[in-house]
């Protein structure tokens, strides 16, 4: 099966669904190039995200395409190809952002800083777990783990 991609996506989902909570709790627009004001924070959520996540578009286009790449066709060999991209646009974005770099280069330690390390290690697992899954051929199965001293079901018979 391919679900790896798929896990770590879900994962990334919930840490920036969590994150979305917490910068709209507290808000914290977006700054992305200087832009953003807090009176409208629940409106630049849906395409902007806040300081400390991603926009929500962001979050259902990765869950769309983790669910097409669980497929083992040349389809979710591709849709693995955009999670890369779609994983990479969502941290180099995300480090754009004042708020975000300074919690990667620890300038600020806090309880939110460790959320968005989270983000960003969940993110490169992401695209280094869809990068093998798109590279993997399509008559490549999985290697299974084989019992110790081959007393597995072929040896008895």
Not at 56 to 61: D, K
Not at 126 to 153: C, H, K, N
């Amino acid at each position: 099966m391919r679900t790896r991609p798929a896990t770590i996506a879900t994962i990334v989902i919930a840490i920036g669904l969590a994150l979305t909570t917490l910068g709209i709790s507290r808000q914290l627009p977006y700054t992305f190039g200087g832009n953003g004001d807090v009176s409208t924070i629940a409106a630049d959520v849906w395409a902007h995200g806040t300081a400390i996540s991603p926009s929500l578009v962001a979050l259902i286009f990765l869950g769309i395409l983790a669910l097409v790449a669980m497929r083992p066709t040349r389809g979710g060999r591709r849709a693995a190809l955009w999670i890369v991209v779609v994983a990479a646009a969502m941290s180099l974005s995300g480090l754009a952002e004042p708020r975000q770099s300074g919690a990667i280069l620890f300038q600020s330690i806090d309880p939110v800083g460790i959320g968005i390390w989270a983000l960003h290690v969940s993110l490169i697992a992401l695209i280094l777990s869809a990068i093998g899954e798109a590279r993997r051929r399509p008559d490549q199965e999985p290697v299974e783990a084989t019992p110790a001293f081959g007393l597995g079901a072929g040896a008895a018979a």
